[in-house]
C-alpha cells in the first residue's frame, strides 16, 4: 500500500511569512496527525482528526498556527505568520483506527531565516 | 499525563555487539509501548510495540523489547548489532482514553563501529 504522503520535503521562508504543508493519508485511515520535531527532541503532537473532526488540538499555537482536513482525507498545516522557533520537521501520520500503530510520513523540513 | 525517559542521548557500539536502549515510562493507568526508529530525513518506522499482551515483544530486524511493570521500563535490545541498525530510536507511550495520542520520549542516536 502507498505510505504517507507529504509536500513539500524542505522549505525555507523568512520570520514572519506564511507556509503550508500537505499531508495525503494512507488511503481509508480515519485518523490523521501532525507532529512537530525539533532537532534533537521527539516528536510533539500539534493536532489529531478524526474523519474530518478534530479530536485534539490542544497544544497547537492557534494564534499562528492553523489545520483542516476538509474532505476527511488530505491535510493542510498552516502557520501565519512563521516564527524563528518554528523551524522543524513536521510530521503527518495516519492509522485506520485509534487502536493501530501510527505510519507516518517522511515530513517537511521548515527552517526560518 | 503520562511521560516517556530515554537514558543515554547517544549510544555507540561495535559491530555484532550488543544493543541496550533504555526506556522508562510513566503513567497513572496501564501503556501501550512502542519502539519507532528514523533513518536521516525520513519519517518514524514502527520497530514493535506492547499492548498488554506478552511481556517480551519481539519486532522487526531483530530487535525486541521486554515491559517490566515494577521497574517502569521497556529496553529496546538486538544481539548483535549491524551497520544498518545506525539511527534514532524513540520510545513512546499511548494510554486509552487519550485517543491513543503518543508521547514521545527525546531519542536515543545509535552509532554502530566497524
Known amino acids: 500500500e502507498a505510505g504517507v504522503a507529504q509536500s513539500p520535503r524542505y522549505k525555507i521562508i523568512e520570520k514572519r511569512q506564511s507556509v503550508a504543508f500537505w499531508c495525503n493519508p494512507i488511503?481509508?485511515?480515519?485518523?490523521l496527525y501532525w507532529y512537530q520535531q525539533i532537532l534533537g527532541q521527539g516528536p510533539k503532537l500539534l493536532i489529531q482528526?478524526?474523519?474530518?473532526?478534530?479530536?485534539?488540538d490542544s497544544q497547537l499555537p492557534k494564534d499562528r498556527f492553523s489545520a483542516e482536513r476538509l474532505k476527511g482525507v488530505d491535510s493542510t498545516l498552516k502557520i501565519q505568520p512563521a516564527k524563528l522557533e518554528d523551524s522543524a520537521v513536521y510530521l503527518c501520520?495516519?492509522?485506520?483506527?485509534?487502536?493501530?500503530?501510527?505510519?507516518f510520513g517522511d515530513g517537511t523540513r521548515l527552517s526560518i531565516l | 499525563a503520562q511521560s516517556v525517559t530515554q537514558l543515554g542521548s547517544h549510544v555507540s557500539v561495535s559491530e555484532g555487539a550488543l544493543v541496550l536502549l533504555r526506556c522508562n515510562y510513566s503513567?497513572?493507568?496501564?501503556?501501550?509501548l512502542f519502539w519507532y526508529v528514523q533513518y536521516p530525513n525520513q519519517g518514524l518506522q514502527l520497530l514493535l510495540k506492547y499492548t498488554s499482551a506478552a511481556t517480551l515483544v519481539k519486532g522487526i530486524n531483530g530487535f525486541e523489547a521486554e515491559f517490566k511493570k515494577s521497574e517502569t521500563s521497556f529496553h529496546l535490545t538486538k544481539p548483535s548489532a549491524h551497520m544498518s541498525d545506525a539511527a534514532e530510536y524513540f520510545c513512546a507511550v499511548s494510554v486509552s482514553g487519550s485517543a491513543r495520542q503518543l508521547t514521545f520520549g527525546s531519542g536515543t542516536q545509535l552509532t554502530v563501529l566497524p
Open positions: 488511503s481509508g485511515h480515519a485518523t
Open positions: 501520520a495516519s492509522s485506520g483506527d485509534r487502536n493501530q500503530p501510527q505510519h
Open positions: 482528526f478524526q474523519n474530518n473532526g478534530v479530536v485534539d
Open positions: 503513567s497513572s493507568v496501564p501503556p501501550y
